[in-house]
Nanobody, 127 residues
């Protein structure tokens, strides 16, 4: 089992930037794939980005493509989500998730594919 801890959320004005961090610990940390999901009030949890540990390839959903960038520091077992040009509709609780057997592709993300989850961090985009 992997333990995940997110940080970096907060309040930002439209057009601003935030960087979220997801630190992993445990015997299988750093394997498989790590993804970022978000959930706004009254909405389904949405997968927005994913990165593979084996080769660093990534996936971004259409809703964030060109604005969000996912990256990882293997030495720190940490995955980052750089969020630029934020919009009010990006307001949500952001969760990181990982699974040792998963491989990100362009087929999108499903919450049922991931077994370990962080506690979430709130991102609010408002003027």
């Amino acid at each position: 089992q992997v333990q995940l801890a997110e940080s970096g959320g907060g309040l930002v004005q439209p057009g601003g930037s935030l960087r979220l961090s997801c630190a992993a610990s445990g015997p299988t940390a750093g394997y498989g794939a790590t993804a970022w999901f978000r959930q706004a009030p009254g909405k389904e949890r949405e997968g927005v980005s994913c990165i593979n540990s084996s080769d660093g390839t990534t996936y971004q959903s259409n809703s964030v493509k060109g604005r969000f960038t996912i990256s990882r520091d293997n030495a720190k077992n940490t995955v980052y989500l750089q969020m630029d040009n934020l919009k009010p509709e990006d307001t949500a609780i952001y969760y990181c998730a990982t699974d040792v057997m998963y491989y990100c592709s362009d087929n999108g993300l499903s919450r049922t594919d991931f077994t370990s989850w962080g506690q979430g961090t709130q991102v609010t985009v408002s003027s």
